[in-house]
């Protein structure tokens, strides 16, 4: 996640779960942690059991806030606004963590003078291109710098964005360890502190209280509790999941939790930290070993159409000259070894030339689009349902009957496979099943008790779990489906004298396999993984014995170490009571280096002290010689406090002794980001893509470089703010999950036990808006909006608050989104009314809130349906073109 | 008083009693008891209607539910000292079999099929029932229920057609083989606590003084107590509200409170064929 | 000696013999009761292993008897879980074993009504020859700009947060040797 990345260094929850307990205040905003994640809670509760408090901010009053000693309702999509607001409270009143911003994070650097903020250009930060619709970032340097790469290689040159940069990158191109011009006194006028204060100063209690829509009261006891349990005796942790990533600004929305976090001081330290909750067994797993389309394993980069033609320039672009990315071509190497093992030499350039090139977007939406337009003709789909579980779930359904070929693997028949007969779009006529061409593949999948393997777990932990029993009849892995697909297409290339088989005839494809299915092992893929010296065959023991001359094979370097001593370090199962401490460092792995909290180097001061007796974790033993304490220091280990980095030193030798963040180029965390990220180098505020409001700071309403499908006639959009037609869809809608189901519901729909828990789809409305509209509790309503409409069961609750802001009322409309056509329960999908409006930098969608209408009744079925859908747009559309209001960005171009 | 009936009869073999303390304070509605309870229970599917009360689609305890998770929404605060903007409170809180130490379901079962067991709890041995169904009018909490169920030729435990009682055993199974109850395991905050009776009693009072000096609204113990109508639960609750609010009856009395009177006169009406029997007995084993 | 066993089984009996004259206890215990051994303690092996929902990465053991799953509950040694599991974790026996799982691979033809039996191996071949039929009609070795590219665009991959790491480590290096760079999962999602 680069919020996290390009602050910290790293794309991961910087602590582990259990450490919750350590903390003195927990702020969960943006997750539902004890819905979603309640055996993680259990930590939470500890901690409150010990006197902690626990705040929950959140549009509902959930099962979280009915645990917290706090719970602040706010508007969905408001989030920046309210975590601005206690940077701004921090900075007003001078209480932020002096001695640990001035000197680990980036607060005394002097950015370029041409850098102009959002609050002197009305919503824009400096470089804004309107043409292009996005930045030239070359103004949000750190002053005196150039970036790299020189400017008239651009289009060659160096700008990590996206998930690449959700692992530091190359550290905003500094070519030396410290940034040329800095103000430790943090006192000019362009030193990042002040820009901070400058940028934050209109987010005051009562401009929070009016957009977030909570009491300025509520807003000020955040900010003291969170000040009072912050510091040198006391740390507090952020919690949160989707209910951040999924907006138009949900990078932003972390970055925001970031600057917070570092002024408070809570970074790398126990009790501290941002616990990055996620969704899925591996979904870290699946971005650190990515099925993602513009990173390699590792964060390392997909080369790029437009950039990087030649490896030299690849390298160059992609290598910081300090901190551990000073190392990238070491780690590029060593992949593409494992990857094509001898056919990759340093004459061929390891086979750079021939590598596939990726486009700014290849994201999922992005191909959906292609298939629309006929474009994408074969497609495989292991282990996700886009039918329910991606917004707007029509598009991907109408998509999905375009291609020529589709392979679906589920353990069961989930919806994305059998839309071709019992889609609504078959029910409502837009789609034939005689019509359709598609031909479709179910192949049935094996569970995790049928396998061997690890998952990445929430806290960067990989944890190995070993197969129970064999899998039935057709059932099998994905590393069984994707080991065979790879060997029969090969085998059927082996003679090809085509250039485009020259990769694939060179990948290393072989693995030993097992049991009478022919399964392969495992094991073998994390040994290849971990990495070996390709001469000796001995097993690396960690990133730092990667070599860029070809000698080394890793297939992914942050995992490398995974395999130490031949041993499966991720399956160690040691119980936690024989373990010495709740770090409990010998149960699995975690990466990097087996680190539990990352940057721990920050829980001792400049000088190696902890910063109290409290919060001892990670200190330096002056005996010794070396970092010691409770974890695996972050820190080379023999690093004094008080090293200096000599004249002319690279890497990781360029990285002060006081200086925690070890993946950054300057070693320090980033309050303000001067590159890799595409919408600004700091959070701002701004509207949901869809919100009933206009922007209270700016003319400038949603993010200007949010993606948009504007001539997508699957993706239309409602009016918005005050737009004529907007008061057709006058609510703000927003997505979640239960306890009792996962996901798109193909795990738990189709499970008796937890079907029966949660049997039906339902919304979730306030009292007021039932009697407003008409809704009955226990009846039916009809929630729509211009993709679609849906029906669910009332729940009328007071839960759900309706919240008051710039002297209106707003309602607020709760929507589960785990049902869909099949399963022991069925119900609509709450994603079916999703737009695809995307965040810029994750391609990640904004389904936490958006607009709708509601009515009671159940909806129209059949062909009824989509004409329903289309009549209200029809007249919201030409209630607006008849007033035409453009969006800023849009005026700004003409 | 607080001696379960039926517990003195194991002699050597009896154990230490056991039971459930749920504290509801930090109940997180999650669930997990219900199914962890079915899952090692092998309990079947109890219907897939939506209530529309809250959170809770189960509805109460019965045949197949022997863990019942409640939610109540309140306009209350969860502390008296004012703490809460909105005042709004969301009460959970798992039910379960309460083990009553003065048990009237085992009183009244004809077929010694309702049982005390070892370690002080209360079961319903299926091998014995017969579904005559005189324990579930008995309960005073209701939790006695009959399953009608078809049979299920798919699912191996449920082939049969089924009209027995079925309730909440305390994993008797379980205990015998030294595990803790499937639902106490599961529980991810320890709503749920497993253990020995008066250990349970010491804690739960413990946790009642702390949450007093805290300030929570409401909270106390139902059923903690070894002098009530029933003799005290073996499955006891730390609460925040009235038994009511949670739909619990809040002073229970076990139906069977008069049958020793019953039972003395009808004794004294058929001695003579008692005592003839028991001459037959020792006569046979001598 | 039969008299006296079927006496002794007789249970007015047993209920005054071993002092329980109302039947509650001891007296009343049932064969079944009597032998009654928790079916984990049966299992012929226990396996670790890793909740497949959420990320929390809850430890679970899983108890196998006869070749099948007889029950999976939480794994007391793991650190973060210590033994417990919420209701989807601990439904995850019958996740396994739902009535709705599939076991055999399903064919629908293009324009087909219905789904049609297909062998596994017939499907494996059938979709490598696609896969490579696809390619090699829709391969772009540069971008309309001329720049190089190495690709086609017209196959994708979708999944992989619910897979297992060398599950995904195995799809993109597959897929980035066959020059197939549309490859997502649900970190976006």
């Known amino acids: 996640m680069p919020g996290l990345g390009t602050s910290f260094g790293r794309g991961g929850a910087t602590t582990f779960q259990q450490d919750l307990q350590n903390s003195d205040c927990i702020v969960i905003m943006g997750s539902n942690m004890a819905e979603n994640h309640p055996v993680g809670f259990q930590w939470v509760m500890e901690a409150r059991e010990r006197g902690a408090k626990v705040i929950h901010v959140d549009p509902r009053f959930t099962r979280t806030s009915a645990m917290a000693t706090k719970h602040v309702g706010i508007r969905a999509g408001s989030d920046i606004a309210f975590l601005g607001g206690i940077a ?157 990533t999924q907006h138009t600004t949900g990078v932003q929305t972390i970055r925001s939790a970031a600057i917070v976090q570092q002024l408070l001081g809570n970074i790398g330290r126990p009790g501290g930290g941002i616990m990055a909750l996620r969704g899925h067994a591996s979904i870290q797993g699946s971005t650190d070993i990515p099925t993602l389309f513009n990173i390699l394993p590792g964060y390392l980069p997909m080369p790029h159409t437009l950039s990087y033609s030649k490896l030299e320039n690849f390298i160059d672009a992609n290598t910081s000259p300090t901190g551990w990315w000073g190392n990238f071509e070491a780690y590029w190497v060593s992949l593409m070894k494992a ?52 917004a707007n779930g029509k598009a991907h359904r109408l998509g999905l009957a375009k291609l020529d070929w589709l392979v679906v693997r589920d353990i069961v028949e989930i919806e994305s496979a059998s839309f071709w007969y019992d889609s609504p779009e078959i029910e409502s006529g837009e789609l034939e099943t005689e019509a359709i061409a598609t031909e479709v593949f179910f192949l049935p999948a094996a569970t995790h008790t049928e396998k061997d393997g690890s998952f990445t777990n929430t806290q960067r932990l990989l944890q190995w779990h070993w197969q129970a029993v064999e899998p039935k009849e057709d059932c099998r892995s994905e590393l069984w489906f994707y080991f065979h697909l790879g060997r029969l297409i090969k085998q059927k290339l082996e003679d090809s004298e085509e250039e485009r088989d020259t990769l694939i005839k060179a990948l290393r494809w072989e693995y030993p396999t097992h049991s009478q299915i022919q399964e392969p092992a495992a094991e073998a893929v994390l040994q290849e993984v971990n990495g070996w010296e390709i001469e000796s065959g001995k097993f690396l023991s960690g990133y730092p014995e990667l070599k860029d001359d070809g000698s080394t094979l890793c297939g992914c370097w942050i995992y490398s170490g995974c395999f130490t001593d031949g041993v499966n370090q991720t399956a ?223 729940l009328v609750t007071d839960r759900i608050r309706p919240l008051r802001m710039n002297g209106r009322e707003v309602h607020q409309v709760g929507l589960p ?78 | 008083m607080s001696a379960p009936d039926g517990l003195v009869t194991y002699g050597d073999e009896q154990q230490e009693r056991v039971g459930f303390f749920t504290d509801t304070s930090v109940c997180i509605g999650c669930k997990a008891c219900e199914v962890a309870c079915k899952e090692w229970n092998l309990i079947p599917e109890d219907g897939l209607s939506w209530t529309g009360n809250s959170y809770d689609n189960t509805g109460e305890l019965s045949a197949n539910t022997w863990r019942h998770v409640a939610f109540v929404e309140q306009e209350k605060p969860l502390l008296t000292n004012g703490n809460g903007e909105t005042g709004l409170r969301w009460l959970m809180e798992s039910d379960v079999c309460k083990h009553c130490t003065h048990a ?50 798919d699912l191996p435990a449920f082939a049969k057609e089924d009209g027995r009682v079925w309730k909440c055993t305390l994993c008797y199974d379980r205990l015998k083989g030294g595990h803790e109850p499937a639902c106490a395991k599961a529980c991810p905050t320890k709503s749920i606590q497993f253990g020995p009776l008066d250990e349970l009693r010491e804690r739960a009072d413990a946790r009642l003084a702390k949450l007093d000096a805290e300030g929570w609204n409401g909270a106390q113990l139902y059923g903690r107590d070894p002098d009530d109508g029933v003799g005290g639960f073996g499955a006891f609750f730390l609460l925040l509200d009235e038994p009511e609010v949670y739909g619990l009856p809040p002073d229970p009395v076990v139906t069977t409170r008069d049958l020793p009177e019953m039972w003395t006169n009808m004794l004294a009406a058929a001695g003579a064929l008692v005592v003839g029997v028991a001459a037959a007995f020792v006569g046979s084993r001598s | 000696m039969a008299l006296a066993k079927l006496l002794d089984s007789w249970p007015a009996l047993r209920q ?80 396994v074993q739902s009535p709705l799982r599939e076991y055999k691979v399903k064919y629908r033809r293009p324009y087909g009504t219905r789904w049609e039996e297909l062998s596994l191996d017939e499907a494996m071949e059938m979709i490598a020859e696609r896969v490579i039929r696809t390619r090699a009609e829709t391969w772009r070795k540069r971008t309309d700009g001329g720049a190089p590219a190495n690709r086609t665009m017209a196959i994708g991959n979708l999944g992989g947060a619910t897979l297992d790491n060398e599950e995904n480590y195995l799809i993109k290096k597959l897929m980035t040797g066959l020059g197939i760079v549309q490859v997502e999962n649900q970190a976006r999602i």
């Open chain 1, 88 to 244: 701004n409270y921090i900075l007003e009143h001078d209480l932020y963590f002096r001695e640990y911003v001035a000197k680990y994070t980036n607060a005394p650097v002097i950015i370029d003078e041409r850098f102009v903020d959002t609050e002197d250009a009305d919503g824009l930060f400096s470089g804004w291109d309107p043409e292009a619709g996005r930045y030239d970032i070359e103004s949000w340097r750190y002053e005196g710098m150039e970036v790299h790469g020189a400017a008239g290689q651009r289009g060659e040159g160096f700008e990590p964005r996206g998930e690449q940069s959700g692992h530091g990158a190359a550290g905003g191109g500094l070519h030396h360890g410290e940034p040329p011009v800095e103000d430790p006194e943090l006192e000019h006028p362009r030193c990042v502190l002040q820009i901070l204060k400058r940028h934050y100063r209109r987010y005051t209690p009562e401009f929070v209280a009016e957009t977030c829509g909570c009491s300025v009261e509520d807003f000020v006891e955040v900010c003291q509790t969170l000040v009072e349990n912050s510091g040198r005796e006391r740390t507090s942790a952020f919690c949160y999941a989707v209910g951040w």
């Open chain 1, 339 to 390: 990857y094509f093992g001898e056919h990759a030499t340093v004459e061929n350039d390891w086979l750079f030339d021939l590598l596939p090139r990726i486009d700014s977007d290849n994201s999922a939406y992005f191909t959906v689009q292609q298939m629309l337009a006929g474009n994408v003709k074969g497609y495989i789909i292991a282990g996700e349902n886009p039918a329910v579980g991606h």
């Open chain 1, 572 to 794: 160690r199962k040691k119980p936690h009571w024989e373990q010495e401490s709740y770090v409990a460092p010998e149960w699995a792995w975690a990466w990097p280096a087996n680190r539990r909290i990352i940057y721990n180097r920050a829980s001792a001061d400049p000088d190696g002290n902890p910063w109290s007796e409290r919060k001892r974790y990670v200190w330096w033993d002056g005996d010794e010689g070396k970092w010691t304490g409770l974890d695996v220091p972050d820190f080379k280990e023999d690093k004094e406090p008080g090293y200096v980095p000599p004249e002319g030193s690279g890497a990781e030798d360029a990285i002060a002794g006081d200086h925690p963040f070890i993946m950054q180029a300057d070693g320090r965390a980033w309050l303000y980001v001067a590159q890799g990220l595409e919408d600004g180098p700091l959070p701002t505020h701004y509207e949901p893509h869809e919100s009933p409001f206009d922007n209270p700071l700016y003319s400038q309403r949603a993010n200007p470089r949010r993606q948009q499908n504007k001539d997508l006639a699957e993706d239309p959009y409602n009016p918005v703010a005050d737009e004529p037609g907007s008061e057709i869809y006058p609510y703000v809608v927003t997505t979640y999950r239960l306890t009792e189901h996962h996901t798109a519901g193909g795990m738990t729909r189709t499970v008796p036990y937890l079907a029966e828990l949660q049997p039906e789809m339902f919304c979730e409305v306030h009292p007021d808006l039932a009697r407003e509209v008409g809704l009955e509790h226990g009846g039916w309503a009809t929630i729509y909006t211009s993709r679609s409409a849906i029906e669910a069961r009332v």
């Open chain 1, 817 to 894: 989104y785990h049902w869909g056509g099949r399963g022991l329960v069925t119900g609509d999908s709450a994603n079916d009314l999703a737009h695809m409006a995307l965040d810029p930098n994750v391609h990640i969608q904004e389904v936490k809130a958006f607009t709708c209408g509601i009515r009671p009744g159940r909806r129209p079925r059949g062909p009824e349906l989509p004409r329903f859908v289309a009549e209200l747009r029809d007249q919201a559309h030409s209630r607006r073109e008849q007033d035409p209001r453009i969006e800023p960005e849009e005026a700004r171009k003409t």
């Open chain 2, 104 to 153: 009237a379901c085992l009183d009244v079962c004809p077929t010694g099929s309702l049982f005390r067991t070892e370690f002080g709890t209360v079961v319903v041995q299926q091998d014995i029932c017969n579904g005559c169904g005189y324990c579930v009018p008995a309960c005073p909490f209701g939790v006695l229920d009959k399953r009608h169920l078809a049979p299920a030729p």
């Open chain 3, 16 to 95: 005054l013999r071993e002092g329980d004259p109302l039947g509650l206890g001891k007296a009343v215990q049932s064969p079944r009761s009597k032998k009654l051994v928790p079916r984990i303690d049966e299992a012929d092996h226990v396996v670790e292993s890793v909740c497949p929902y959420c990320a929390v990465g809850c430890g679970q053991l899983v108890y196998v008897k006869d070749g099948d799953v007889t029950h999976i509950e939480g794994d007391p040694a793991s650190p973060i879980s210590r033994g417990r599991l919420c209701p989807k974790g601990q439904a995850s026996k019958s996740l």
